[in-house]
């Protein structure tokens, strides 16, 4: 076989060789799969629906989890737990342990008073400017005919007819419930208190010039103005407070030094009364309901400048006498009498040293609320507010049967049985 015959020959088993291997490459990797047959679909021959059909619940497929939580669906928002202390039973009455109360105004409250039967509540709600009357079992009235905002200060009389209504501007209105009518009093004037028999007021009139400053009286329509005492620039040593005898228009507080004071009483015609002697500072007072006895607070140093109660005889001719330390440290302003042998004090349960100077320290401590008998010298732990309270003013109705609490921070008065 010659040379060239080898060549043509190597050529074509080559070129046989390249064309194997492009079909094995075709069919490993690019030949199409053949499809699947179908299988034959029967068709369905509908059934011509007879009568309603058959109701079924709804159902909806769900698919299997593994390991999966169960799912909870959050917790609807819930009143919290009334809190439980171990060992103490929640009383609906007054009797020393947590006692339970009843929220009768939760809008904001400003002066709320007796009224003059002895035992519904009287107030003026900040929020809407109208006066209301209301009763134990949570029964409001509207008592008044038009609504006075943005009123500051308000002052009752003791018929809880008419009150005096205070501005921060200065002005100030007296507003008849009754007659339902208004009287415009002088700007100068403040800080007003009403005789016993709520037919006259007593009050500051703050002309400029301080040596025609005096302690005043008036009819409650404005007439009939006469002066008392000159005030010169003592005006904040003088508390308007007309007592329940009669006997006195004001006290004045002179400072002795920096852990005595003496409080002189002003009559209505130049009486020269005699000094009571206070063991403190920044004495505040309550008088008892017929005016025979002064309860008073004060602080010092040997009180951790706190404010500690005292009591004291009232009556002209005894007073400043039977002078007693009642041992609870709470300011005179969180009392109430309860006839004149009986008060009803609200005492902070922890009191910042101090406190005396800047009395707002307190005003995010809780208070209990004990009651003193004067007559044989106790005192007792009476309520422990269920939740807790900062009170402002109390009032007891004429029957001792229901002491009404004013909360200082939120206004609202509340209501707890004796």
């Not at 049967?401 to 209501?415: F, R, T």
């Amino acid at each position: 076989m010659s040379d060239r015959t080898k060549k043509v020959l190597l050529v074509i088993l080559f070129i046989a060789i390249a064309l194997l291997l492009g079909l094995a490459i075709y069919f490993l990797f690019f030949r199409p799969l053949l499809p699947q047959p179908t299988p034959p679909v029967t068709p369905v021959t509908p059934t011509p629906p007879t009568g309603f059909p058959p109701t079924q619940p709804p159902t909806a497929y769900v698919p299997p989890l593994i390991n999966a939580p169960a799912l909870v669906p959050p917790a609807l928002p819930s009143i919290p737990p009334t809190p439980t202390i171990p060992g103490a039973a929640i009383s609906f009455q007054a009797n020393g342990g947590l006692t339970a109360y009843t929220v009768l105004e939760s809008d904001p409250a400003i002066s709320p008073s007796l009224s003059s039967n002895g035992t519904d509540l009287v107030y003026y709600n900040a929020n809407n400017g109208f006066f209301y009357n209301i009763t134990p079992d949570g029964t409001k009235t509207l008592i008044s005919d038009v609504a006075f905002k943005n009123v500051e200060k308000v002052t009752w009389a003791p018929n809880s007819k008419q009150a005096v209504m205070e501005y921060p501007d200065g002005s100030n209105v007296i507003y008849d419930i009754n007659k339902k009518t208004t009287i415009t009093l002088p700007t100068h004037w403040k800080d007003f208190t009403f005789s016993p028999d709520s037919s006259k007021i007593a009050f500051k009139a703050m002309k400029l010039d301080p040596e025609d400053r005096y302690i005043a009286v008036s009819d409650i329509n404005g007439g009939n103005y006469r002066q008392i005492e000159p005030m010169g620039d003592e005006d904040e040593n003088v508390t308007v407070t007309w007592a329940p005898n009669n006997q006195y228009v004001a006290l004045f507080i002179k400072g002795l030094d920096a852990d005595r004071s003496e409080i002189y009483p002003i009559g209505f015609n130049g009486e020269n009364f005699k000094a009571v002697r206070v063991e403190g500072r920044d004495p505040r007072y309550v008088f008892s309901p017929t005016g025979n006895k002064l309860l008073y607070s004060s602080y010092n140093s040997s009180s951790s400048y706190n404010p500690t109660l005292w009591v004291v005889n009232s009556t002209p001719d005894l007073l400043g006498t039977g002078r007693t330390k009642l041992d609870l440290d709470t300011w005179a302003d969180k009392c109430t009498f309860g006839g004149d042998n009986t008060i009803y004090c609200a005492v902070p349960k922890t009191l910042d040293m101090g406190s005396g100077f800047i009395p707002s320290m307190a005003d995010s401590q809780p208070d209990n609320i004990y009651k003193i008998s004067l007559l044989n010298g106790t005192k007792e732990l009476i309520a422990q507010p269920l939740f807790d309270t900062s009170i402002g003013k109390m009032v007891v109705s004429q029957d001792k049967s229901i002491l009404y609490v004013w909360d200082k921070n939120s206004g609202q008065i509340k209501e707890i049985r004796l």
